[in-house]
């Protein structure tokens, strides 16, 4: 993970002696350590200012890649390496060149600390590297080291809380998927169990509004046998004069209707099914005419 470079680099800074002249930087592809200033380091790339003793040439946009798009070849001891990078800055007072060096590439890193200047601050470090010290008292290494571990345990921590965060809301989106396909598998059973029953009331061949439908299951029937009734549903027409029952069960049903001002309902005279439910369809029913009395 990210943040073991941190700790490695950390733990390799408390523990190398100090250096009087700067900072060190050793990269992958380079066996000896470079004299560097160490300006900002984060889990992308290591800001350092090297000095243009090393430096051969400096070539800018010569990479494809677009975050380190600039190439530096520097001279270490009479062998010449490339380094991708990108150039921040070419200093002529200081005599250095500033890069930003992926962080892949860097296999190792040791900042000194020099009691006779002030630490500057960087911009996106991970510690702070600034102390105060208006009466030019000398700065305790131990107490320093101190604190830059506890910088450092305290960005660990908030990073866990970030993924933490992330995870939670990962979790709550896997949540949501869950119950969208049990709705829709409980959809897919419902069609799979269930049919439904459509049709039209009429009064003088014309759609008859407001009229109330009810639909009856007939569990037995015959001229010998009892009827014996079942499970019921009511609608009432719209005002096209249509009715519509949905997610009905499979069986033989027996219509009945009362239309506006009646006060019973209204059927055919024998007591057998006007129509069936087949599951996963669709029964349509004759359109009935209101005002051709029946049996009550």
């Not at 560097?36 to 800018?60: G, M, P, Q, T, W």
């Not at 959809?187 to 003088?204: A, P, T």
């Not at 009945?256 to 005279?269: A, D, F, L, N, V």
């Not at 996963?280 to 029946?294: A, F, I, K, L």
């Amino acid at each position: 993970m990210p943040y073991r470079f941190f700790f490695v680099s950390f733990l390799l800074l408390l523990i190398m002696p100090f250096q009087v002249n700067g900072d060190g930087m050793r990269l992958v592809n380079v066996d000896e350590e470079l004299v560097v200033k160490i300006l900002e380091l984060n889990e992308d790339f290591v800001k350092a200012s090297i000095e243009d003793v090393y430096i051969v040439s400096v070539s800018i946009r010569s990479e494809q890649d677009s975050r380190y798009p600039d190439a530096v070849i520097i001279d270490v001891r009479g062998k010449r390496r490339k380094v991708v990078c990108k150039v921040v800055e070419v200093s002529k007072r200081t005599g250095g060149v500033v890069l930003l060096v992926p962080r892949k590439d860097v296999s190792s890193i040791q900042i000194t600390f020099n009691r006779e200047l002030d630490v500057q601050e960087s911009q996106a470090s991970t510690f702070d590297r600034e102390e105060e010290n208006p009466q030019n008292v000398p700065i305790d290494p131990d107490k320093l080291r101190e604190q830059i571990k506890e910088d450092l345990l305290s960005e660990l921590e908030e990073k866990e809380e970030r993924e933490g965060v992330a995870i939670e809301e990962m979790k709550e989106e896997l949540r949501l998927e869950f119950e969208e396909r049990e709705q829709e598998k409980e959809r897919l059973v419902e069609e799979r169990s269930f049919g439904d029953v459509k049709g039209r009331m009429l009064f003088k061949d014309k759609p008859l509004s407001g009229c109330q439908v009810k639909i009856m299951m007939l569990e037995k029937w015959g001229i010998l046998g009892g009827v014996k009734e079942g499970i019921r549903f009511e609608a009432i027409t719209g005002e096209d004069g249509r009715y519509h029952f949905t997610k009905i069960p499979p069986g033989g049903y027996k219509l009945y209707w009362k239309p506006p001002g009646e006060i019973s309902w209204i059927r055919k005279m024998r007591m057998e099914p006007d129509f069936y439910v087949e599951v996963g369809e669709t029964s349509y029913t004759p359109d009935r005419e209101t005002d051709v009395r029946t049996a009550n």
